[in-house]
């Protein structure tokens, strides 16, 4: 018959189901929680965040792009405009230049 020394010598030598429940609840501690993995989770942006981020940076993007390309249209209607009066310069010289010519080859 075994006694209840034996059975406390044997709760020595064996794991009890006592035991492994403390050794598992100690293993289990190791490893994240559900709430643990949430709060790991929030420092990261959702879909929408980036979503709504992404509608912020392309509206920047194209206003900054909008503003080169009226910066650069500027500057090109004011470079035609100073080609333009060049231009009128350079056809009043001709026709100064054709009319000298025409009293040089006259007048000989």
Do not use: C
């Not at 406390?8 to 429940?21: A, H, M, Q």
């Not at 231009?87 to 080859?105: M, S």
């Amino acid at each position: 018959m075994i006694t209840t020394s034996d059975i406390n010598k044997l709760k020595t030598v064996f794991v009890t189901k006592e035991d492994l429940k403390k050794e598992l609840k100690k293993e289990l501690s190791n490893y994240p929680t559900k709430d643990d993995l949430k709060n790991e989770l929030q420092k990261y942006a959702t879909k929408e965040e980036l979503q709504l981020e992404l509608k912020k940076q392309s509206a920047f993007i194209v206003k900054e792009i909008a503003d080169v390309v009226l910066t650069l249209s500027e500057g090109i209607q004011q470079s035609l405009n100073e080609l333009k009066g060049h231009h009128d310069i350079l056809e009043n010289h001709e026709h100064r230049l054709d009319k000298l010519e025409d009293k040089a080859f006259s007048s000989n």
